[in-house]
């Protein structure tokens, strides 16, 4: 069955870093990727989007990779800062499908 | 710009009881979601809609219902509530159906005791 895996365990990272986050899937060929944040008591926000023929996609201090043979996603917050504490999740689709989202990585960033 | 209303934020139902989510919005998009979201567990899709008058079911639609009158509401019912239902429930919308992004509304905690 498909599968979407984030780390379950909160990343501690200290402010001025680089948080890598990690989202694996298994029996999926998505056409595209996203990533979410979500605030605690807060509906989701969109973050970015990379399709199936891109390989990085930034925003900002922002980065995601897509590597398809991998069946991964990395999320890269560069420089980070104690306002990026909170969950990112991330979601696939195949084209013109539901999106399917992953449970989400919770990121402490400490002063 | 309001984006995705959801009403009630928080609610108690006792096993049993029946009630309705609701949701709007004030973007006109056409495709709109119910998620439910446990601890850990991720969104799950309960119900879709296309457009007015076009609904389908997710991935969990056992125990709720929806309906689409118009562009703007999506309105979420509950039938017999269980304290399996217990979840926060998540309203969202978007354009089309490879236009991208979700817009989430802020959820609505559901306690079924």
């Known amino acids: 069955s498909q599968k979407i895996e984030q780390n379950s365990e909160a990343l501690n990272i200290q402010e001025g870093k680089t948080a890598t986050l990690t989202c694996n899937y298994t029996?999926?060929?998505?056409?595209?990727l996203q990533w979410y944040r979500q605030d605690p008591g807060r509906g989701p926000v969109f973050l970015l989007l990379?399709?199936?023929?891109?390989k990085e996609k930034r925003k900002e201090r922002l980065k995601v990779t897509f590597d398809t043979t991998l069946k991964q996603s990395l999320f890269h917050i560069t420089a980070s800062q104690p306002a990026d504490s909170a969950t990112y999740l991330c979601?696939?689709?195949?084209?013109?499908?539901?999106?399917?989202f992953g449970g989400g990585t919770r990121l402490m960033v400490k002063p | 710009n309001a984006g995705v209303t959801q009403t009630p934020k928080f609610h108690i139902l006792k096993i049993g009881q029946s009630m309705t989510l609701q949701c709007t919005q004030d973007?006109?998009?056409?495709?709109m979601y119910w998620y439910r979201q446990d601890p850990g567990m991720g969104l799950k899709l309960i119900y879709y809609?296309?457009?007015?008058?076009?609904?389908d079911k997710g991935e969990v639609p056992n125990g709720y219902n929806v309906s689409r009158s118009t562009t703007e509401d999506f309105p979420l019912r509950l039938e017999l509530a269980a304290p399996s239902q217990t979840s926060v429930y998540f309203c969202a919308s978007r354009p089309g159906r490879n236009t991208g992004e979700l817009f989430f509304g802020e959820g609505s905690r559901l306690t079924v005791l």
């Open positions: 990379i399709r199936e023929n891109e």
């Open positions: 973007m006109n998009h056409n495709y």
């Open positions: 979601a696939l689709a195949r084209a013109g499908n539901m999106l399917t």
């Open positions: 809609s296309v457009g007015a008058g076009i609904t």
């Open positions: 029996n999926y060929s998505p056409a595209y």
